[in-house]
């Protein structure tokens, strides 16, 4: 089992940055595609950017420019650098894990999901 623990959400002025960590432990996530999805109140959980385990990168329309996900392996950890934030990208953000390569927007395609941590961004 791998346990995934996200930080960084907060309060953020329009315009603002944040950047969100996702820490994994209990297996080591090297060849796993990790993910990021967001849910707002009232609304569904949306994919929002991932990375295949070789490297490549997928990005939701509504974040490409604004948004970069990496990850450092040596550190089992994943990052979200979020840039030019919007009142829209409000919501309660999550990361993921999934065995291997797979569609990477597709939530059910995921084994493994942190907790989730806020980001409010104010107009």
């Known amino acids: 089992q791998a346990q995934l623990v996200e930080s960084g959400g907060g309060l953020v002025q329009a315009g603002g940055s944040l950047r969100l960590s996702c820490a994994a432990s209990g297996r080591t996530l090297s060849t796993y595609t990790m993910g990021w999805f967001r849910q707002a109140p009232g609304k569904e959980r949306e994919f929002v950017a991932s990375?295949?385990?070789?490297?490549?990168?997928y990005y939701a329309d509504s974040v490409k420019g604004r948004f970069t996900i990496s990850r450092d392996n040596a550190k089992n950890t994943m990052y979200l650098q979020m840039n030019s934030l919007k009142p829209e990208d409000t919501a309660v953000y999550y990361c993921?894990?999934?065995?291997?390569?797979?569609?990477?927007?597709?939530?059910?395609?995921?084994?493994?999901w942190g907790q989730g941590t806020q980001v409010t961004v104010s107009s």
């Open positions: 990375i295949i385990w070789t490297g490549r990168l």
């Open positions: 993921a894990a999934a065995r291997g390569a797979v569609v990477p927007g597709q939530g059910g395609n995921y084994n493994y």
